[in-house]
């Protein structure tokens, strides 16, 4: 595809947030716009080396509302958008070792219920009843939410591509932007390593890039780029079909069914900012011990496969979406891991605020990007 001089809005980033920021665009009537991806393909990022995990249980209103808007969509995706994501409805159990996680988790439970999420409280003994195949003595408690789940990342990025396209709008790959063009104190369009582009606006959907991207137009974005690492393993027939996607919170450890085997992951808390995207072996070492020490039949399977990827991290584990000080330069990032289950509507969001102003969907005025400076952070608990 050749790409145009000139069009009416710019989406840098063409992971889940920048593909689901085109399609919604272009539903609304703005097909005149234009995605640009740095990398071969879409949504080889952050989105592409992400678990795949889509969950209700949040321990913030806001992130909560989110859930209640955008897994729904993931529901009607194949039926809307013409495309099979495979939304697999495994649950979220989450593991509770410490009485501090236990009352927190207890607020959390409540705010759900009373948003309508039907998280469920285990004791501990339920769930080693539940999980019978994992070394679970010392759980106390934890939470079941039968709606939380999986999707496949790479038929959402697709299929809102694809129905971007069909609408009109255009998107291209190995079209990195190298700079951010002004004029007459407003964003005038980008330069790229294929050449100027020119445009009213430009919304910045790089993820974990979207700090660098931020610098380009002189806005100070506080999105710092954290590297994560999994893991899946050889078939282990002992575990279940429904086997649900598990989480031992406070060691920041997690297992789900992964085609015949698992995948595993591990956040290191000691983990230093960048942009290296190579697997640390020597954390892949305490991740592997440390899951083998929760689900001893590990010790038969193999290593399949492993990745890192990056999150893209803001101080309160929250997003931020809207304007910047920059006129027409936009910002839809922040996602602190939670990005790929709240990219459905997150597109929705980013296309009412360029069109109507302000999100209506679901209103995420707080998660503006001059709360940083303003003191009016809003901390997620519930991060991974």
């Not at 808007?69 to 994501?85: K, N, T, V, Y």
């Not at 990219?343 to 709360?371: F, K, N, Q, W, Y």
Request: charged residues 15%.
């Amino acid at each position: 595809m050749i790409i145009p001089k000139t069009t009416d809005i710019i989406i840098i980033g063409g992971g889940v947030m920048g593909a689901s920021i085109l399609y919604h665009l272009a539903a609304r009537g703005m097909t005149n716009a234009l995605l640009l991806e740095k990398e071969e393909f879409y949504g080889t990022g952050a989105t592409g080396r992400c678990a795949g995990g889509v969950r209700y249980q949040f321990a913030t209103e806001v992130n909560v509302r989110l859930s209640l808007a955008s897994l729904p969509m993931l529901e009607r995706f194949a039926a809307e958008i013409g495309q099979e994501i495979d939304y697999r409805q495994t649950g979220y159990l989450f593991l509770l070792t410490n009485e501090q996680d236990i009352a927190t988790f207890r607020r959390n439970v409540a705010l759900q219920h009373r948003l309508g999420v039907h998280t469920e409280w285990l004791d501990g003994a339920e769930i080693r009843r539940r999980l019978p195949q994992m070394a679970l003595d010392d759980v106390l408690a934890g939470t079941f939410c039968a709606k939380d789940g999986l999707v496949d990342p790479n038929g959402v990025v697709m299929g809102y591509i694809g129905a971007a396209q069909r609408l009109g709008a255009r998107a291209v790959t190995n079209t990195a932007v190298t700079g951010i063009l002004t004029q007459g104190g407003r964003v005038n369009g980008v330069t790229t390593d294929q050449g100027t582009i020119h445009a009213p606006i430009v919304i910045n959907a790089a993820g974990p890039w979207a700090g660098l991207v931020g610098q380009m137009a002189g806005v100070d974005i506080p999105i710092t780029p954290l590297r994560r690492q999994m893991f899946t393993t050889t078939p282990l027939p002992q575990i279940p079909t429904d086997f649900p996607f598990v989480i031992d919170f406070a060691q920041s450890l997690y297992f789900h069914r992964e085609g015949e085997g698992l995948l595993i992951g591990m956040s290191n808390p000691n983990e230093q900012p960048g942009f290296d995207q190579r697997v640390d072996a020597e954390w892949e070492m305490v991740n592997v011990e440390t899951a083998v020490a929760r689900l001893p039949l590990l010790e038969q399977a193999g290593l399949l496969s492993h990745w890192a990827g990056l999150y893209e991290v803001t101080p309160d584990a929250h997003p931020i979406y809207g304007a910047t000080p920059l006129p027409g330069f936009y910002i839809c990032g922040g996602f602190s891991g939670h990005g790929f289950m709240h990219g459905p509507v997150s597109g929705l969001l980013m296309s009412e605020i360029v069109v109507d102003g302000r999100a209506t969907a679901v209103d995420v005025s707080m998660l503006d990007l001059a709360r940083f400076t303003q003191n009016r952070l809003i901390h997620e608990y519930n991060v991974v």
